[in-house]
């Protein structure tokens, strides 16, 4: 017997039920990927980043690059 991760299950027939009502949305959702900290890292070397946190879990991430003011 094999397991099926309920979250694949949940996500699909939720994207399932907007597809008529929202086709381009769930186009968009569909070709998203989420990144890991290390990979956004890889991608902008050079930036800062903003973590988002809600109850100590790591949210979302944020590149940047601060702003620098000519003196």
């Not at 690059?65 to 000519?70: G, R, V």
């Given at each position: 017997?094999?397991?099926?991760?309920?979250?694949?299950?949940?996500?699909?027939?939720?994207?399932?039920?907007?597809?008529?009502?929202?086709?381009?949305?769930?186009?968009?959702v569909r070709g998203t990927?989420?990144?890991?900290?290390?990979?956004?890292?890889?991608?902008?070397?050079?930036?800062?980043?903003?973590?988002?946190?809600?109850?100590?879990?790591?949210?979302?991430?944020?590149?940047?690059?601060?702003?620098?003011?000519?003196?």
């Amino acid at each position: 017997m094999f397991q099926v991760n309920s979250n694949y299950l949940d996500r699909h027939n939720l994207q399932k039920s907007w597809e008529k009502e929202l086709p381009v949305w769930t186009e968009m959702v569909r070709g998203t990927r989420v990144l890991s900290r290390n990979r956004m890292r890889e991608l902008f070397p050079d930036s800062k980043f903003y973590i988002e946190r809600k109850l100590l879990l790591e949210k979302s991430y944020a590149a940047y690059k601060p702003w620098k003011a000519d003196t």
